[in-house]
């Protein structure tokens, strides 16, 4: 694991996507919690939302500090938009559980439900399972690449003392930061603007949302809130 306690923002991405920009497979650091996470299933109450419905969902988000552009929902499987899904677990409401192996993440509600987010998650070789929790939260974060990217990738070194955050950023417009035993691995879960990777392996291990996901999971997510990712 890679980790420069130098800068918090610091960290890994894939080797061949880095600073292709808002249109470009963005891939994200990768981040290795513990194991111990128990397998749950969801599975759906209801039709999901039809291509029209997905585009209002999706749509472009004008008045951020960056305005958003809306997602070209023709390029994600429906089976990844936003739903609530009947889902079985001892999870508390509000825990956040990953499902890799399915590229879903959910948020626990109550009454036995949850909301599901289509996910892109780490690709083979950097997947993992285990637990942590939101150590800290956002928006429009800075994001340093460690030194061992810049060694790789010379042309990284530009933003050795950070990139500010916007359209390219590849923290994207949230950021859920993943702490364990009062340390921050340097993982996270962050907001995508690349469709195509919603439903595949593209990351080192982070896991990414589409932008009006993230936002719309980061508005409910707390300080402090379980994540628990499961084996793929």
């Known amino acids: 694991m890679i980790m420069d306690r130098g800068n918090a923002d610091a960290g890994e991405m894939d080797e061949a996507a880095l600073l292709r920009g808002r249109a470009g497979l963005l891939s ?4 290795l919690v513990g194991a111990g996470a128990l397998g749950l299933a969801g599975c ?4 999901g939302m039809s ?4 585009a209002k969902v999706y749509g472009p988000v004008p008045e951020e500090k960056f305005p958003i552009p809306a997602v070209d929902v023709s390029k994600v499987d429906p ?8 889902y079985d677990t001892k999870e508390a409401p509000g825990t956040i559980i990953v499902d890799p192996g399915n590229y879903y993440v959910y948020r626990v509600e109550d009454d036995g439900n949850a909301t599901r987010y289509g996910a892109n998650v780490g690709r083979d070789g950097f997947r993992w399972s285990g637990d942590a929790y939101v150590g800290r939260k956002s928006e429009w ?3 340093t690449p460690p030194r061992e990217m810049i060694k790789r990738q010379p042309e990284a070194a530009k933003w050795a003392r950070g990139m500010p955050g916007g359209l390219d950023n590849p923290l994207g ?4 930061h993943l702490y364990q035993n009062g340390a921050y691995t340097l993982y996270t879960i962050y907001a995508s603007l690349d469709p195509d990777s919603i439903g595949n ?3 080192s291990g982070c896991v990414g949302l589409l932008t009006q996901d993230m936002m719309h999971l980061y508005s409910r997510t ?4 379980k994540v628990v990712v499961l084996p793929a």
């Not at 291509?51 to 997905?54: G, R, T, V």
């Not at 089976?79 to 009947?86: A, D, E, I, S």
């Open 141 to 143: 974060a800075t994001w």
């Open 51 to 54: 291509l029209a419905e997905a």
């Open 44 to 47: 759906a109450t209801s039709d």
């Open 79 to 86: 089976k990844y938009y936003r739903r609530t899904v009947r």
């Open 28 to 31: 994200r650091r990768s981040f």
């Open 201 to 203: 392996g593209i990351t």
């Open 222 to 225: 707390p300080v402090k809130t």
């Open 173 to 176: 417009a949230r950021t859920l």
